[in-house]
């Protein structure tokens, strides 16, 4: 973490979002007082992870960005996702209903001094040291102590995702609000985003992931957890527009691409 101190010393304040093609809009939210500057970026932070499990322990952190997901759907679990322009970062938060207080849209600044940092599906996600050698990170789990960490701002914006195609896709957008568009499920059967419990072979729910294609045959695929409220939705056999979150993950034994959904209006239809 050394490191970290001596880049942090040698930087000048950055400004959160510059250049990014997000418009805002005035929402009157919950905010606490006197929140500090961001002192870093997501992106620089993301750079000085050295491939384990760090703790950020030996100077202040400071980043800030808007929420870009919510739980409503119960596709994202205890997690929250947050853009400041130039990266991502899932925030393991560890509470239910989160949409209530952490909403898609708002600001938030995050204090990370006392958090753990870890990079998984080529994301930066931050939490607390976990007892289960297992996991890399565990959740904050409390309320009061997620919000020492984690300042929400009267402050707002519309969430622009960025329309890119599948060659295009690159690791450094991981993690990030992207729309493909003109894809078509790669199955002939009928099927649905995932396996709720009402139709699980098992009887608990089944997450999948169903593989779309372009008239070119690039691939990718949607995640859906056995969780979300429309899981036994079927899923559209013409071709749509699609926009979630960008994952890179090992499907079937092989690197690919993944988009997971914040609910069903992420998914539209050309007609």
Known sequence: MKRIYHILTLMTMVTILSGCNYNSFDTVLYSEPEIPLANITISQLKSLYQGIPTDITDTEI?????????????????????????AAAEIYAGLY???NNYKQGQRVTV????????????????GIRSHNSNYA?????????????????????????????????TEEMTGRLV????ITVAYAADTTWALPDS??????????????KTPMNDSIYVFTSGYANFAGEKVPKQEVNIT???????????????LKLRDLDDVETNN
Do not use: C, W
Request: aromatic share 6%.
């Open 137 to 169: 990170i565990d959740y904050i789990g409390h309320a009061e102590l997620l919000k020492q960490h984690v300042l929400r701002h009267n402050e707002s914006t519309i969430i622009t995702p960025t329309t890119l195609s599948i060659k295009n896709l």
């Open 244 to 258: 979630g979150i960008l994952l890179h993950n090992e499907i079937n034994g092989k690197p690919n691409y993944q």
């Open 62 to 86: 400071i980043i800030s960005g808007y929420i870009i997901t919510s739980d409503k759907s119960n596709n994202f679990y205890r997690t929250f996702i947050i853009d400041d322009g130039t």
């Open 199 to 212: 139709i699980s072979p098992t009887s608990s729910p089944l997450s999948a992931n169903i593989k779309f």
């Open 97 to 99: 209903d989160m949409h």
């Open 179 to 182: 729309t493909i568009r003109d």
């Open 111 to 126: 204090l990370a001094k006392g958090l753990r940092m870890t990079v998984n599906d080529g994301m930066l996600q931050l």
